[in-house]
Structure formats: structure tokens, C-alpha cells
């Protein structure tokens, strides 16, 4: 079965810190997803990545940034954490292409990040 | 925005009963799938649909897609207490779809009490 691994499912930050949120999938896909959830907005696309070192924003990506320096490995980055990022934040991936099993997402286990 | 929306917000049902879920989007789309989340945990895939289909089946699950109203339901059959999570459709953008996004609903939390 595909695995994709968050670094952490809880984490606490203090405000403008650094923040890396890790994601590892180990099924050599091609596209890698970073959304937030919060309550009564559903999910939101942050960044995406469809190759290594390549990198499209989101709908939300103001105040973050992302890395990807190798195929199985998509990073998340809150420049300076404000009060406001203080959410659920899941990776995701996925073959690319069409047809058959590669349109559905692999999501990770989320991290809930609280920005204090 | 493409964003699907699903409804009712909340569905509470007993254990046995039939919970029907519904979602409406508002661009041409490839196909649309539905996800479910368990508390606090991330969203696992269900059941994907073609524009092409009109209905797919998978174990309890029935889903079902008209394109000329934009919209699709899906119906889990005979519930279970362990089938209460948030239910979500998603939805790719058609013709002009970029590199496998999908854009996700707000959810339907169904509660199934035993």
C-alpha cells in the first residue's frame, strides 16, 4: 500500500518562528499536494509540486513556502508562523497521468499545528 | 472557484439506515470522487466517477453523477456506528485540468448512532 508519512501529528509553535513541515511518500509519485483544513472551510490547496524542484501555488500559498529537492520528499514552510496558520495541515500524492488508479489522492495522517 | 459543495452539513442517522450525501460543483469536470476522514486523520480515497458514468458501486456505497445539473450523491447503504466520519467530494477541473488538483467540498459529517 501506498504510505505517505508526516513528520509530526501535533506540533506547537511560537509566533514568527520557522516552521518545517515534512512529507514523505514512498510509491514514486510524481505530484505532491500541501492543503490546510480548517473547520467549516473544507480543505485548500497551499502548493503542489509535479517534479522534483518544480512547484505551482495554491489558492492559499501567501505566507508559505515549499521544497522539493527529491521525488519521495515534499516540504512545507512557514517563513515567520502567525496566529492565523494555526490549523490541520495534510500532504497528499499521486501518480501522474490519467486512467485507472492515478487520479486519486494518497493523503497523510495530518499534522495539527497550533501557533501560540 | 470549483470547489464542490456538499450537503446537508450534518446527517444523524441510526445504524441500518441508508445516509445519502450530496454534492454540487459548478465547472466541467473530468471525473469526481469522494473521500472520507475519521476524526483528526487524513482523507482516504472511496470511489471515483467519470463524466462518462452515470453510476458506480463499490461494497455499500452507490454513487451517482448528472452533469447536467453538476452534481453527484452518494448513498451508503445498511449504516454502521463505524461508518460515522466527514464525507467529502472532490472534483478536478475539466478540460483545462492542471497536473491532478482537485479541489475538495466542506464536508458532510455523518454521525450513525448504534
Known amino acids: 500500500d501506498v504510505k505517505v508519512t508526516q513528520s509530526s501529528r501535533y506540533l506547537v509553535k511560537r509566533t514568527g518562528e520557522k516552521v518545517f513541515l515534512e512529507c514523505v511518500q514512498d510509491?514514486?509519485?510524481?505530484?505532491m499536494f500541501w492543503y490546510r483544513q480548517d473547520p467549516g472551510l473544507g480543505l485548500r490547496l497551499i502548493y503542489f509540486s509535479y517534479d522534483v524542484k518544480m512547484k505551482e501555488k495554491g489558492d492559499i500559498p501567501e505566507g508559505y513556502s515549499v521544497s522539493r529537492e527529491k521525488k519521495e520528499r515534499f516540504s512545507l514552510i512557514l517563513e515567520s508562523a502567525s496566529t492565523n496558520q494555526t490549523s490541520m495541515y495534510l500532504c497528499?500524492?499521486?501518480?501522474?497521468?490519467?486512467?485507472?488508479?492515478?487520479?486519486?489522492?494518497?493523503f497523510g495522517s495530518g499534522t495539527q499545528l497550533s501557533v501560540l | 472557484s470549483q470547489q464542490g459543495e456538499e450537503d446537508p452539513q450534518a446527517l444523524s442517522i441510526q445504524e441500518g439506515e441508508n445516509a445519502t450525501m450530496n454534492c454540487s460543483y459548478k465547472?466541467?469536470?473530468?471525473?469526481l470522487q469522494w473521500y472520507r476522514q475519521n476524526s483528526g486523520r487524513g482523507l482516504v480515497h472511496l470511489i471515483l466517477?467519470?463524466?462518462?458514468?452515470r453510476e458506480k458501486h463499490s461494497g455499500r456505497l452507490r454513487v451517482t453523477l448528472d452533469t447536467s445539473k453538476k452534481s453527484s450523491s452518494l448513498l451508503i447503504t445498511a449504516s454502521r456506528a463505524a461508518d460515522t466520519a466527514s464525507y467529502f467530494c472532490?472534483?478536478?477541473?475539466?478540460?483545462?485540468?492542471?497536473?491532478?488538483?482537485?479541489?475538495f467540498g466542506r464536508g458532510t459529517q455523518l454521525t450513525v448512532w448504534p
Open positions: 497528499a500524492s499521486r501518480p501522474a497521468g490519467t486512467g485507472g488508479t492515478n487520479e486519486k489522492l494518497f
Open positions: 466517477i467519470r463524466s462518462n458514468e
Open positions: 472532490a472534483t478536478d477541473a475539466g478540460r483545462g485540468s492542471t497536473l491532478g488538483r482537485l479541489y
Open positions: 510509491m514514486d509519485h510524481e505530484n
Open positions: 465547472t466541467s469536470i473530468n471525473n
